[in-house]
C-alpha cells in the first residue's frame, strides 16, 4: 500500500482511539471528578456511623457538596470521627449539624448537613459540633420488639 | 528408586528448562527495547506496524465491542428489572467495559488477529532466511524489523481497548435506551455519577498498556524462537494464542486485585 495512505488510516486510527478516550472521560465518566476542585476538610464525631465509608456523598439540601474523605476511631472521645472534604464553593455556618442518612430502604449512606444560622461560616480544620448518629436497622427493630413485649406485659 | 530418581530429574530438567525459556525470553525482549531508537529516527516503521497491528483490527475491535455492549446491555436490564431499578443499566455496562471487558477482551482479540499475524510474520522471516540475509547486509533485523512491531503493538492495544470500550457504550444505550425504552437521562446520569475517571478510566488504560506490552512481547518473541519449518511456524503461532491468553486472564487477575480493592 502506499504510503501517504498508511499515515492516512494510522492517523484515523489515532484520531480514533482518542476520540474513544475522551468520550469516555467527558461522556461516561464524571467530568468533575477529573479536575479535583479544591475542598476544605471539616471532621464530625458520631456515636455510630452505619455502613458509611470513605468517598460516601456528602450532601445538604439532596446536592451533593463534597464526599468523605476517611472514617477513623478516636481514642480519646471513644467515637468515630468522620473527616468529611467539602467543596471550597460551598459554605455551611459554624452551627451545622451533620446526620449519617441512607439513601431508600437499602441503598448507600451518605453524609446529610443541615446548615444552621450562625454568621460565621466552618473553616478548614473545624468541627462539627451536632451530629446524628445513623439509625442501625436492628436496633430498631429490637426496640420495637422490646417495646410490644413489654406493652404485652403490663397488661 | 531408579522409577522415582528418573521422575525427579525429569522434574529438574522442566524446571531448568522453563527458567531458561525466561531468561532468554528476557533477554530478547530487552535487547528489542534497547533497540528501540529507530522508532524515533525512522517512525513511518513504527506508523507501518500501527497500521499493521491497530488499522487492521478496527472493524474486529468495533464489531465486537458493539455486540458485547448490547448483549450486556440486554442481559443486564433483565436483571436490574426484577429490583425496579433499570436506570442503573447504564452504570453496569459503563463500568464492566471500562473495568474488565474493554481491556481483557481487546487484547485477547487482538492477540489472535494481530499478535498470531506478528508471529507468523517474525517466523516466517526466519524460515526463509530473510533475518540472517538482513544480518549479512549489516542491518539490524532486531531495529528493523521487531522493534517497530514490538511498539506498533504497544501504542495500538490502549486504543484499541478504548474504541472496544466506547464501542461497548455506545452498543448498551442503543439497546437499552432506543430499543427497550429505559430512560436516557437516567442512562447516562447514573453512568456519569459512578464512573470515576482516575480509579475507573485511567486504571483501565493503564492495564490495556500492559496488556499491549505482554502480548506484543510474546508475539515478537514466539516469532523469533520458533523453530524455522512450517510446522515450527504454526505451532509458534498456536502458543503466541495461547500463552497471550493465558498471560492477560493472569495479568487482569493480579491488576484486578491491587486497583479495585479496599477502600471503594
Known sequence: MERSVI?????????????????????????????????????AEFDNIGG??????????????????????????????VKLNLDKQFQFPKDSSASILTSGL??????????????????????????????????????FLYGKMSEKNGD | MTLFKTMLSKLGRKTIDSLWTLGVASTFIFRVIARSSIVIRRPNLLVAEMHFAGVLSLVIIIVSGLFVGLVLGLQGYETLKRYGSTGAVGTLVALSLVRELGPVVSALLFASRAG????????????????????????????????PMFWGGVLSMPLLAAIF???????????????????????????????????????GVIKSVVFG????????YEGYASVPTAEGVSKAVTRTVVTSALAVLALDFVLTAFMFTGAH
Open chain 1, 7 to 43: 499515515d492516512l488510516w494510522v492517523g484515523i486510527f489515532v484520531a480514533l482511539g482518542i476520540a474513544a478516550l475522551l468520550f469516555l472521560a467527558l461522556k461516561a465518566g464524571n467530568v468533575d471528578s477529573i479536575i479535583k476542585s479544591e475542598g476544605y476538610l471539616v471532621s
Open chain 2, 165 to 203: 470500550s466506547a464501542m461497548g457504550i455506545i452498543g448498551g444505550y442503543l439497546i437499552t435506551v432506543v430499543v427497550i425504552g429505559v430512560d436516557s437521562g437516567a442512562f447516562w446520569s447514573q453512568m456519569q455519577a459512578s464512573v470515576d475517571f482516575h480509579h475507573d478510566i485511567l486504571n
Open chain 1, 106 to 143: 437499602l441503598g448507600d449512606q451518605f453524609v446529610g448537613i443541615d446548615p444552621g444560622g450562625a454568621l460565621e461560616n466552618l473553616q478548614d480544620g473545624d468541627r462539627v459540633r451536632i451530629t446524628q448518629s445513623a439509625i442501625v436497622l436492628e436496633k430498631v427493630i429490637g426496640q
Open chain 1, 52 to 81: 458509611l465509608k470513605a468517598k460516601a456523598p456528602v450532601k445538604s439540601a439532596g446536592v451533593i457538596v463534597g464526599r468523605v474523605d476517611n472514617v477513623s476511631f478516636s481514642n480519646q472521645s471513644l467515637r468515630a470521627v
Open chain 2, 116 to 147: 498470531s499475524a506478528i508471529t507468523a510474520e517474525i517466523g516466517i522471516m526466519k524460515t526463509t532466511e530473510q533475518l540472517s540475509a538482513m544480518e549479512m547486509m549489516a542491518v539490524d533485523p532486531y531495529a528493523r524489523v521487531i522493534a
Open chain 2, 213 to 220: 506490552t505482554a502480548v506484543s512481547a510474546i508475539s515478537v
